[in-house]
T-cell receptor, first 113, second 115 residues
Framework: DAGITQSPRHKVTETGTPVTLRCHQTENHRYMYWYRQDPGHGLRLIHYSYGVKDTDKGEVSDGYSVSRSKTEDFLLTLESATSSQTSVYFC????????????FGPGTRLTVL | AQSVAQPEDQVNVAEGNPLTVKCTYSVSGNPYLFWYVQYPNRGLQFLLKYITGDNLVKGSYGFEAEFNKSQTSFHLKKPSALVSDSALYFCAVREGGGSQGNLIFGKGTKLSVKP
């Protein structure tokens, strides 16, 4: 999985609790992304980062925040989890030019009860 | 706005037969096109991409894809399907031209190859 790890790999939590997912890369790539995958929707971009402390919103950013304090780590936080955020979350990285390939981590399955 | 469509939710093929997974796209400028495969409980794996040049792109595991600008299509093909090719396939597009636009993914096509 191209030097990308995600933690935790599985998490069950309750509505209203905060949740943080971590993505760690060893490739020193500039760009990092968070996607969610839901049946019938494919992958949808939540947030992305184009450098340390540089982040921007994606298509489905409501209810999510991100932080990137180091090149290798990109955190996704659900401040107050809701059942609609039950999903599989994928991190991806790329070197950053428009022709570059994005490489994906193994995913985190999050269930919000 | 960019968009990509995978018109078939599922494709069924017999082992040894050729397979095609369809993808059409819409962008304003030049398209950069990608195919990924996802096996159960795994992340997406990159198969191939079209940036420029030859319309026939060859990728991993014997897959290839043909870029057709007039039909705005980028169909994934393999001459002889294997049972192990059974997986979920995603097409993605990014608009070129220096915009650093994000990848837009299709909804995915489930490929089932029967022995």
């Amino acid at each position: 999985d191209a030097g990308i790890t995600q933690s935790p790999r599985h998490k069950v939590t309750e509505t209203g609790t905060p949740v943080t997912l971590r993505c760690h890369q060893t490739e020193n790539h500039r760009y990092m992304y968070w996607y969610r995958q839901d049946p019938g929707h494919g992958l949808r971009l939540i947030h992305y980062s184009y450098g340390v402390k540089d982040t921007d919103k994606g298509e489905v950013s409501d209810g999510y925040s991100v932080s990137r304090s180091k090149t290798e780590d990109f955190l996704l936080t659900l401040e107050s989890a809701t059942s609609s955020q039950t999903s599989v979350y994928f991190c991806a990285i790329s070197a950053g030019t428009e022709t570059d390939t994005q490489y994906f981590g193994p995913g985190t399955r999050l269930t919000v009860l | 706005a960019q968009s990509v469509a995978q018109p078939e939710d599922q494709v069924n093929v017999a082992e040894g037969n050729p397979l095609t997974v369809k993808c059409t796209y819409s962008v304003s400028g030049n398209p950069y096109l990608f195919w990924y495969v996802q096996y159960p409980n795994r992340g997406l794996q990159f198969l191939l991409k079209y940036i420029t040049g030859d319309n026939l792109v060859k990728g991993s595991y014997g897959f290839e894809a043909e870029f057709n600008k007039s039909q705005t299509s980028f169909h994934l093909k393999k001459p002889s399907a294997l049972v192990s090719d059974s997986a979920l396939y995603f097409c993605a597009v990014r608009e070129g031209g220096g915009s650093q636009g994000n990848l837009i993914f299709g909804k995915g096509t489930k490929l089932s190859v029967k022995p």
